[in-house]
């Protein structure tokens, strides 16, 4: 008697992958931190062709056909593997805001590229998935992030395309608070608004302060809002949406760091204590400029992303705590 063929649901693999939060102030386009808020996915053999579902952020923006970021992912991992995508039924489940600087087209490029090597039958290195995802992103920082958890440092090799990464484990005693205001700021927006030169003074200024900060995420040593200090980005950055520029001032005893979550809208504070107090000051600062803005609660995911075999629920079963509005 032959062998029973498997199941849809033994062939289906599912996948959990965190938000990122980019340029960590001075260390712009080279250092990222992966964080509690997820993307899940999961890709199961389909007899009806390709099939997208998805629930979460942004529900009516979402393409549910080939053009979908996690879909085109899948199909470039399979290209990279001399195949393509089998008809697939692709289930989406996204809890990270879009289009406010937390890495959510990273993170669909992660799972695309992870679920795109299984569901082709073969399973792709760290490395070979981290210079695919960078080939979509442009950028290696959040997609580093997102593979590798934790705080990550990420350079490109030209001459290969591979990805130079160092990875440091994120104390969970630090509260990471996204202050995410009412106005969404396109990465196009905010790159266009980036001189072409910078002075050396400026670029010095910035190579200090990444420096000391990458110790100090390495050593688990203190941090300081003044080790976050950016002249390469931020200052521009900053008038697009009234409100940053005043919570990027801010300061509190309690206050580890502050700065631009990616390319923004949201500003991202990292509180050694009094975390309901910095959020509350931090929202109203963007209140009394005239933008309203909400604020997420989380903390560092050391851990990255992470793949299962079976449908969706295996990734739910396997997911974090959801963040705290």
């Known amino acids: 008697m032959p062998p029973a063929s498997p199941s849809s649901e033994e062939r289906a693999f599912s996948i ?26 999961s890709a199961a053999p389909s007899n009806s062709g390709l099939q997208v579902s998805y629930r979460g952020a942004n529900e009516a923006e979402i393409p549910r056909d ?25 289930d989406l489940q996204n809890d990270i805001p879009l289009g406010v600087g937390l890495g959510s087209s990273a993170a669909a490029i992660v799972a695309g590229i992870l679920l795109g090597g299984k569901i082709c039958g073969r399973e792709l290195t760290t490395a070979e998935a981290l210079r695919l995802a960078t080939e979509i992103e442009g950028h290696p920082d959040n997609v580093a992030a997102a593979l590798h958890g934790g705080f990550v440092l990420a350079a490109t090799q030209e001459d290969s395309g591979n990805i ?22 396109p990465t196009e927006k905010a790159r266009a608004v980036l001189p072409a030169q910078y ?54 005893p309690g206050l ?57 629920g295996a990734a739910k079963a396997a997911s974090h705590p959801k963040p705290q509005h």
Not at 280 to 305: I, Y
């Open 66 to 90: 080939a053009t979908n970021l996690v879909v085109r992912a899948m199909q470039r991992a399979a290209e990279a593997m001399q195949g393509s995508v089998p008809a697939v039924q692709l």
């Open 164 to 185: 130079l990464v160092a990875k440091a484990n994120v104390s969970q005693a630090l509260d990471f608070i996204a202050i995410i205001p009412d106005v969404p700021l």
């Open 16 to 41: 959990v992958v965190p938000a990122s939060t980019a340029n960590v102030g001075c260390a712009f386009d080279c250092a990222a931190i992966a964080l509690n808020v997820y993307l899940r996915a």
């Open 199 to 252: 002075s050396r003074c400026d670029v010095v200024a910035n190579l200090q302060r990444t420096a000391l900060l990458a110790t100090r995420f390495f050593t688990a040593g203190e941090l300081s809002p003044d080790l976050f200090a950016d002249r390469l980005h931020q200052p521009y950055r900053a008038p697009l949406v009234p409100g940053i520029a005043e919570c990027l001032s801010f300061r509190h």
């Open 256 to 312: 580890a760091g502050i700065f631009l979550s990616g390319a923004g809208s949201a500003v991202m504070a990292i509180a050694r204590h009094s975390g309901r107090e910095i959020t509350d000051a931090l929202v109203a600062e963007f209140q009394r400029k005239g933008t309203g803005a909400h604020a997420l609660s989380l903390r560092a995911d050391n851990s990255g992303a992470k793949i299962f075999s079976g449908d969706l």
